[in-house]
Each structure stands twice: as C-alpha cells, then as structure tokens.
C-alpha cells in the first residue's frame, strides 16, 4: 500500500522506520516515507517531520522548518497542533537570542506569546503573564 501512494501506510512505515520496529532504525529512511506522505497533505507526517525538524533526527535540526511545518498544521487543525506551533516558536526564539539576533528572537518571543493567549483563549487555559522586574530599595 505504501508503495502504491497510500499516505496512512506511508506514514506507518516511516513510524517503523523511526523507532526501529521491525526493521533496521533509520531516521533517514522514516523521512522519505514521511515526505512522501506529507506531499499528499497527510498531517500526521507532517507533524512527525515537524517533530524530526526540531529534534535534529536524520535532518539538521531546523527551528524554522519546524516553525514552518506547525503553522501550517495549527492552521489546518488548530485544536490538535497549536501546542507544537508555541513550542516551536520559543525554541526559534532561544535559537536566534543565542544567534544574537535579538529584534529577530523578541519579534518570535512576542509571536510565541500571542500564540499562547490564542491557545489560552481557545482551550481555556492559564498563560504566563511576563513578570516585571521588581524595584528594590
């Protein structure tokens, strides 16, 4: 099935692949069945590229590509992946702060933050208010 097209089998087959069930663990391997299936517009397969993005796992770890991948997901079922999308874009943040890149990180820090008030205002959830710093005397 996999071979003939079907992205639920492609998908499966990559989840094999990536936890070594069955078959040799290969991370390389899993991606080409999870790209084959993304390219159908399976959301599973993003989300697992997504995941293999932002872990580094037989890719370059790439925040941005992870970024990328979840804001398409969060758009398309925000209920199941905002959390990855928040996620994704705080480590961007902490990556372009270690970057130096500090307009860049706070534009994805305030980005994270009104990400999470969305999620927040969807699912009913406490968010973390920025603490001011306090003045000592």
Known sequence: LADAGNPDAQVNIGVLHANGEGVAQSYAE?????????????????????????RGQGIAA??????QLYREL?????????????GSLNNLANFLSGLGRREAALATAIDNHTEQRTRAAIFS???DEPHSPSSST
């Open 30 to 54: 899993a991606l080409v069945w999870y790209r084959k299936a993304a390219d159908q517009g399976d959301v599973f397969a993003l989300n697992n590229l997504g995941l293999m993005y932002m």
């Open 62 to 67: 790439s925040d941005r590509m992870a970024v």
């Open 74 to 86: 969060a758009a398309a079922q925000p209920d199941a992946f905002r959390p990855n999308l928040a």
């Open 125 to 127: 959830l406490p968010v």
